[in-house]
């Protein structure tokens, strides 16, 4: 079933910051985060894997809540080149290695 | 640089034709997949495979097959393409194991006219 995402765009100001939104239904085995740009390959973000997991690397970051349904990336102090179409995929409990994606949200970072 | 690479990145087809679509990663990896992506879509998984000869459908298999005869390579067959197959592939690969990231092709864009 394929997770909801929301917004379904977003448009920031350099240096402002965006929340990405990624929930399901169903509890979740894993969330993991693309970043894809124009007329690119998506490209790896972060993989939660618990319940309550926080993760970041730089000015990116993501949470997974507790019961494992919903998860958030959060995009502090935005650049220009965070510019993109932002992608959930969730594996669902039991662990298939078979992601489902969201159907994306595109951030345009102006400056 | 760890690299997945696919053969063509457009692609114009005729209706009926039959289609191959190659997929070749040099990272040792086991599992190797086949998405489709469409605007307003997101990306929609076609087949995956865990091992040589093994796949598992995904969620729109329907008019799609695949072949896996070697570690390093996947394809993607368009038995008798439509022009409702008109749409961007993505091949990814990773290692087996639900913690590690799949790492994605250049994509080719399929016109089926």
């Known amino acids: 079933q394929q997770p909801v995402q929301s917004p379904q765009a977003v448009i920031l100001r350099e240096g402002e910051d965006a929340v990405i939104n990624c929930s399901s239904s169903k509890a979740l085995y894993s969330v993991h985060w693309y970043r894809q740009k124009h007329g690119e390959a998506p490209v790896f973000l972060m993989i939660?894997?618990?319940?309550?997991e926080q993760k970041g690397h730089d000015k990116i970051s993501a949470s997974f809540n507790e019961k494992k349904q919903q998860s958030s990336l959060y995009l502090t102090a935005s650049q220009l080149s965070y510019s993109g179409t932002y992608f959930c995929?969730?594996?669902?409990?039991?662990?298939?290695?078979?992601?489902?994606f969201g159907k994306g949200t595109k951030l345009t970072v102006n400056p | 640089d760890v690299k997945v690479t696919q053969s063509s990145r457009y692609l114009v087809k005729r209706t009926g034709e039959k289609v191959f679509l190659e997929c070749v990663q040099d990272?040792?990896?086991?599992?190797m997949f086949w998405y489709r992506q469409d605007p307003g879509l997101g990306l929609r998984l076609i087949y995956f495979s865990y091992d040589v000869k093994m796949k598992e459908k995904g969620d729109i298999p329907e008019g799609y097959s695949v072949s896996r005869e070697k570690k390093e390579r996947f394809s993607l067959i368009l038995e008798s393409a439509s022009t409702n197959q008109t749409s961007m592939y993505l091949c990814?690969?990773?290692?087996?194991?639900?913690?590690?990231?799949?790492?994605f092709g250049p994509g080719t864009r399929l016109t089926v006219t």
């Open positions: 990272m040792d990896h086991e599992n």
């Open positions: 995929g969730t594996e669902p409990q039991g662990g298939s290695e078979k992601l489902v």
């Open positions: 939660l894997l618990k319940g309550g």
């Open positions: 990814a690969s990773s290692l087996i194991g639900s913690s590690y990231e799949q790492y």
